[in-house]
């Protein structure tokens, strides 16, 4: 993409950005003006009840939608038109709220699997190992940094629900995202896998740029810098947690849902 495209001054400041971002299914906005702007290198967090929009925003982001109004910017680049492959190849690249991993692969199968892309290598699974072996010392490097050091010939079919979505976060840092969206991460995880994949995130964060979708307001308070809240699928307020937290326009947001400030 030419340099005379990229908005030097949003670059600068800001590894994601949309602006007046909207998206309407026969007539109604499930997103509507929203204008996010997640700092270089921030951990930032989009919250609000159910229904608020977070899912269909991410969707926007990623390009698994298209936009009814509105813009969205990656490092200062206008990727609203962009295909879901080519903003991932651009360094956006999204974890799933369901873990979505090769349940008979091993874990380390399954982050060569990932870093194939990066490298350049096909995906040709009739091929020799040998042929992507030169991928596995990265692979292992990837998994000691999820805290999946132990279990490099495990299939993913045999790990626990948290090591199941910490093997999904190195698959997918295996892609080395400038930024990277994660949806509920620890969604359905009992009390003891939520401190391990908060810990997790907060040490793959390092020179990194977060956006994260999360329930849960304890990881929420433990990782981000900024929160975004969410209601009726637009902005209704933003600032650090304990803002949010103390705001009455959240407060009364929250009340009666599952969350609780």
């Not at 990656?74 to 349940?103: C, H, N």
């Not at 391990?196 to 308070?221: F, W």
């Amino acid at each position: 993409m030419d340099t005379a495209q990229i908005d030097t001054t949003s670059a600068q400041d800001y590894a994601l950005e949309t602006r007046d971002l909207g998206k309407s299914f026969a007539g109604f906005y499930a997103v509507k003006g929203v204008n996010l702007q997640v700092r270089r290198g921030s951990v930032h967090a989009l919250i609000g009840p159910n229904g608020a929009g977070k899912t269909t925003c991410f969707n926007l982001l990623t390009k698994t939608l298209s936009p009814t109004t509105g813009k969205v910017f990656l490092e200062g680049r206008d990727i609203t038109r962009l295909r879901t492959a080519q903003v991932a190849k651009l360094g956006l690249v999204r974890s799933f709220q369901i873990s979505a991993t090769f349940p008979h692969l091993t874990c380390l199968e399954n982050v060569r699997v990932a870093l194939q892309s990066d490298y350049g290598k096909s995906f040709r699974f009739w091929s020799p190992i040998s042929a992507v072996s030169e991928l596995n010392a990265r692979a292992v490097e990837l998994l000691e940094r999820v805290g999946l050091a132990n279990a490099l010939d495990l299939t993913a079919a045999e790990l626990s629900y948290g090591k199941k979505r910490a093997l999904e976060i190195a698959t997918t840092l295996a892609l080395d995202p400038k930024v990277l969206l994660l949806d509920e991460p620890t969604a359905g995880m009992g009390h003891e896998d939520i401190e391990p994949i908060t810990k997790m995130i907060s040490e793959v964060s390092d020179g990194r740029t977060i956006l994260i979708v999360e329930h849960n307001l304890s990881v929420v308070a433990t990782l981000c810098e900024r929160i975004t809240v969410l209601q009726h699928g637009e902005v209704l307020t933003e600032g650090t947690y304990d803002e949010v937290a103390n705001d009455p326009d959240v407060i009364t947001a929250y009340m009666g849902g599952v969350d609780e400030l």
